[in-house]
């Protein structure tokens, strides 16, 4: 349970509208009609057990709000970003080759351009390069397409520069805070 709960504080940071008092304040606002508490972004490959499990253990105690596992609808990835929008906080799960999927390129860009906080969580043994990781951020428009093929056609395709993703990502992946998770 600790491990949860250590989780649900990071996102309740972010989570402010909770009490019923304020939430009868915010009702109208925006801000207390978001979808989703939470937005986690994965590589199914390499951390689809642990997202499932912060899901499964996080969502009970998030007061009956939602938390999006990606996988559930997997194509439509329009739809995706309107529910990175739609969520409270982004949770990125960082693994080793996260940072080369366009997916999750966009899911982040998506979420630092609306005000989507983003909460990271660090998953031990599965080679997240902290090092690595700016270096690959900031030459992002050049490395990507070497590291994912066809990678830099996807986030075109969304009327994102990959150089703009690389600058507005290299700004922001380097400072997120992490958690690290222990299931």
Known sequence: GGMATKIRQALSNHLGNQTSETHEMSKSTKSGTKRFAAFLSHHKKDS?????????????????????????????????????????????????????R??????????????????????RGKGYDFDASPQILSHLDTQLDQLNPGASKVLKQFG???????????????NIISIELNT
């Not at 999006?68 to 609808?73: C, G, I, P, Q």
């Not at 982040?108 to 906080?117: D, K, Y």
Request: hydrophobic content about 50%; overall charge negative.
């Open 160 to 174: 994102v520069e990959p150089i703009d993703a690389a600058y507005l990502l290299s700004q922001v992946v380097p």
């Open 48 to 100: 689809a057990m642990e997202a499932r499990w912060v899901k499964q253990n996080v969502e009970p105690i998030l007061d009956g709000r939602e938390v999006f596992l990606d996988s559930d609808e997997l194509q439509d990835l329009t739809k995706l970003l309107n529910y990175v929008m739609d969520s409270e906080v982004l949770v990125l799960l960082q693994t080793s080759d996260i940072i080369a």
């Open 102 to 123: 366009p997916w999750m390129i966009l899911e982040v860009h998506t979420a630092v351009t609306h005000n989507v906080p983003i909460v990271a969580l660090f998953i």
